[in-house]
């Protein structure tokens, strides 16, 4: 159960009810704060708890509860501590490209670790990063995207050097979001246009940022510019419709808004695997029905 001297990564519930993240739970005040707010999950960081906090947190109503066996526990616990390195090397990594220093080869790492762990459990992955703060949004939603990736890459019999360039362009896709102001990205209102216009600039200013660097292979520009088109013509940033639109941009497309979908936001509650999967198939003019089946059968 949740007690003290645990170290909370994020709870899932409105910043209203709840806003603290990324603490060492020391009060009861703060105890009592969760418990009693609408948060269904509570992701705990067990390295950074000074208790032993045993399996992760999922604050359910009794008759929910299902019993898991030692070995998902296990996975749980490992993929959550994947997610808090990547991130950190993410967060380090994206802060260096904005400052003009770019290594390629720091983000190796986060690549093997996210496919392992996308090996592993896809579902768990899912799970694991569904919960994202305002402030590590962009990383936790990147490196989502760069599992997912890499599951249907091998899906879509890709050749191993090409599924480890798309781990690595879901990994960078939105690094143009960095340079977008966060009061825009973390608005939960209607933006204005002049706010959906700097948002949808994203893919412009990751792909000419990362066009400066030689060693970014042209499959990973290609992924960060249009990874924001649709079939139909009516994504952005050049419209591009299916016939332009190669294998690897159209499964960067899948995963990025199946990774939206299910995701807790401040306005709104996680879709299930199921409801995201089903909306994005009755939108086939929009997205790529063989990928989608192909994502479902990720979860099988």
Not at 72 to 80: A, F, K, N, V
Not at 110 to 115: E, G, M, N, T, V
Not at 194 to 213: C, D, F, N
Not at 264 to 290: C, E, I
Request: net charge neutral; with cysteine.
């Amino acid at each position: 159960m949740l007690r003290k001297g645990m170290f909370i990564e994020s709870v899932e519930c409105s910043d209203l009810e709840f806003s603290g993240r990324r603490f060492l739970l020391e009060t009861d005040s703060a105890l009592h704060s969760i418990l009693a707010s609408s948060a269904e999950n509570v992701l705990v960081n067990r390295v950074k708890s000074r208790v032993d906090c045993g399996i992760p947190v999922f604050r359910q109503a009794d008759e929910d509860l299902q019993p898991k066996s030692v070995q998902e526990l296990d996975q749980r616990t490992r993929i959550q501590h994947t997610v808090s390195q990547v991130t950190g090397i993410l967060r380090d990594g994206f802060e260096d490209i904005k400052l003009g220093k770019f290594d390629i080869d720091r983000f190796a790492p986060a690549a093997r670790h996210i496919a392992a762990s996308l090996k592993a459990s896809p579902h768990l992955l899912v799970e694991v990063t569904r919960l994202k703060t305002k402030d590590e949004g962009t990383y936790v939603h990147s490196l989502a995207v760069g599992g997912l990736m890499t599951g249907l890459g091998h899906l879509s019999g890709l050749e191993e050097e090409t599924i480890k360039e798309l781990t690595l362009a879901g990994l960078l896709h939105d690094l143009g979001k960095l340079m977008i102001p966060n009061a825009i990205l973390n608005k939960t209102g209607q933006l204005t246009d002049a706010e959906r216009k700097a948002i949808r600039s994203h893919p412009e200013r990751g792909y000419m940022l990362l066009k400066q660097y030689p060693e970014v292979s042209d499959l990973v520009l290609e992924i960060c510019r249009f990874h924001h088109e649709a079939l139909d013509g009516s994504g952005y940033p050049l419209g591009l419709r299916a016939d332009q639109l190669s294998l690897p941009i159209r499964i960067c497309t899948v995963c990025d808004v199946f990774d939206a979908l299910t995701s807790v936001r401040p306005y709104k509650r996680a879709w299930s695997n199921t409801q995201a999967l089903k909306w994005m198939f009755d939108r086939g003019h929009l997205f790529d029905k063989k990928l989608i089946l192909r994502m479902g059968s990720l979860f099988d």
